[in-house]
Structure formats: C-alpha cells, structure tokens
C-alpha cells in the first residue's frame, strides 16, 4: 500500500452515476450520468480541475425517481448531502462547491 498525498484536492464531490435493474429506482435513470458530466464540464472551464475533483460513485444508498445522489467533501467541513439533484440545481450545487 502506499499513501498518497492528497494535499491538492480541496473539494471532492462524488456524484451517483449508478444503474440498477430495471425494475429499481436508480441514478443512472435520473440524469446522474449528465449531472456528472455537467460538474466536470464547469470544474474544466473554471480551471479548477487540479483541486476540485469530480468523481462518480456507485449508489450512495438514496435512490429515487427523481434526481441523483451529490456529495461534496471539503477541508475542515461537514461534508454536504444531497439527493434528488436535477439538471435544474446545476447552478446551486456548483456554487455549494466553489463557495
Ligand atoms: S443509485 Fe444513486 S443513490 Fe442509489
């Protein structure tokens, strides 16, 4: 094993991009996969790549019919939950992350 040195990374977010079986609530069916690529899209136009990481995770345990699973990790922070994110809160999670 080897410790890496994660200095650099400032905020860390995972966004749920999971799929379940079709009969089941998921991520993946809510836009998970686009809320993602929405976040890496803005961290990339930001420049802020090098210390705001954009991660996808399997399920965080909150599926729904409504919208993904976000969670931010910050520095010295409570990390900060969400769930039922849509493409319409792009704008208020980005701002959670960057504030
Ligand atoms: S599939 Fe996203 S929280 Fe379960």
Same mark, same amino acid.
């Given at each position: 094993?080897?410790?890496?040195? !994660?200095?650099?990374?400032? $905020?860390? $977010? %995972?966004?749920?991009?999971?799929?379940? =079986?079709?009969?089941?609530?998921?991520?993946?069916?809510? !836009? !998970?996969?686009? &809320?993602?690529?929405?976040?890496?899209?803005? $961290?990339?136009e =930001?420049?802020?790549? *090098?210390? *705001?990481?954009?991660?996808?995770?399997?399920?965080?345990? &909150?599926?729904?019919?409504?919208?993904?699973?976000?969670?931010? &990790?910050? =520095?010295?922070h409570?990390?900060?939950? %969400?769930? /039922? $994110?849509?493409?319409?809160?792009? /704008?208020? @999670?980005?701002?959670? @992350?960057? =504030?």
């Amino acid at each position: 094993m080897i410790e890496l040195d !994660g200095t650099g990374c400032k $905020v860390a $977010v %995972f966004v749920c991009t999971n799929e379940r =079986s079709p009969d089941k609530s998921c991520c993946k069916k809510v !836009g !998970g996969m686009e &809320f993602y690529q929405a976040l890496k899209q803005k $961290v990339k136009e =930001s420049q802020l790549q *090098h210390s *705001h990481w954009i991660s996808r995770s399997g399920c965080l345990g &909150f599926c729904n019919d409504k919208g993904t699973a976000v969670v931010i &990790f910050k =520095s010295n922070h409570t990390p900060k939950w %969400f769930n /039922e $994110v849509t493409s319409q809160q792009t /704008e208020e @999670i980005w701002k959670e @992350i960057i =504030s």
